[in-house]
């Protein structure tokens, strides 16, 4: 009989524990330059940005994996050419669509990436894969395109991925480009070519209900730039990272991102010195990113289910949705 009732104590004790473990999902759009736009403009963005928060809140209520739910998250916003990811990605100064993407599970802390490819509808897909099914964490250009495809990602045309308003920007930067090595040839090579526009990066952080933590980014890159160039978006430890203490994905002007180390130097704030997520994400966006020049955001949860959204430009699509019901979306500053 005592036994009897100390298994059931033990069962409610293990019940009530799964059910006051917080899980919660964050995810971005980029960070920059998105000025004052019309409102119906503005409930675009937050509308596909809350798609993508619930995809991945779906997965997470259901008991599914952090790892999982950020892949989600990320694979709605890169269908969405509203974002320079998968179906909205800018172009390179060919011409041409070079996308980049890392996952992260912090669980095991394994990790994919692929950079350089041009005919995978969905890039985070093919950086799953590569955790998943083969001894690499990393993979580019045709032979990270062949790897997916052997393991049943989506492939597509190269023209999948036009979409006028990115075409357009591209024309626009290389006007703007002629005309500043006209008149300062040194700031033209140093200044990235969409510098007043958003940068381009998706992104999704999560914590599960065992307790897990993952993150997922997935890129475009910079409007114009060089044919092979990658950014921090698909580099562990710049732009992406997980583990046991917190999982962060990054957006902004990606080589500052990988001189800094910027997703891991959070996550060891947080364990060398004893920074909450918030202090640590801080301290990295708003002044080590700004003395070496750089800007942008970053968005990051901990095994507690606090989470920070920092950044540095004039906004940054942004939102979250937590175990408790508490959520929101969000383009500027507060």
């Not at 403009?41 to 940005?49: H, L, P």
């Not at 390179?92 to 041009?118: C, F, P, Q, R, Y």
């Not at 044919?227 to 203490?245: E, F, L, Q, S, W």
Request: proline letters at 2%.
């Amino acid at each position: 009989m005592k036994r009897a009732y100390l298994c059931l104590l033990y069962v409610l004790y293990v019940q009530i524990a799964v059910a006051q473990q917080p899980f919660a999902i964050v995810v971005h759009g980029g960070a920059g330059y998105f000025g004052n736009q019309p409102e119906a403009v503005q409930a675009a963005y937050k509308a596909a940005m809350q798609r993508a928060i619930d995809a991945g809140y779906d997965v997470l209520s259901k008991g599914g994996s952090a790892t999982d739910a950020v892949e989600r998250a990320v694979m709605v916003l890169e269908d969405d050419s509203l974002f320079n990811a998968g179906k909205g990605a800018v172009f390179t100064h060919a011409g041409t669509n070079e996308l980049d993407a890392a996952i992260m599970d912090g669980s095991n802390m394994k990790a994919g990436a692929v950079a350089g490819v041009t005919t995978i509808k969905n890039p985070i897909t093919a950086a799953r894969a590569v955790m998943d099914k083969s001894m690499h964490v990393m993979m580019t250009g045709r032979g990270a395109e062949l790897f997916a495809r052997e393991n049943g990602c989506t492939v597509v045309k190269p023209a999948y991925f036009y979409t006028k308003h990115s075409w357009d920007a591209l024309q626009n930067a290389l006007r703007k480009e002629q005309k500043q090595k006209e008149t300062n040839k040194k700031k033209a090579m140093l200044q990235p070519d969409n510098y007043d526009e958003k940068y381009g990066t998706v992104g999704a952080v999560a914590l599960d209900k065992s307790g897990h933590l993952a993150a997922a980014t997935s890129t475009g890159g910079m409007t114009n730039k060089r044919h092979g160039r990658v950014g921090d978006a698909p580099i562990i430890g710049a732009g992406t990272y997980a583990n046991n203490i917190c999982a962060i994905s990054c957006t902004g002007w990606g080589e500052y991102f990988i001189r800094l180390v910027m997703a891991k130097s959070v996550s060891d704030r947080m364990e060398l010195k004893g920074s909450t997520i918030d202090d640590a994400a801080k301290d990295m966006i708003l002044q080590q990113l700004p003395s070496l020049g750089g800007d942008g955001g970053l968005i990051g949860i901990d095994k507690q289910g606090n989470i920070t959204m920092p950044f540095n430009t004039g906004s940054m699509f942004r939102g979250y949705k937590k175990w408790n019901g508490e959520g929101d979306v969000k383009i500027y500053k507060d």
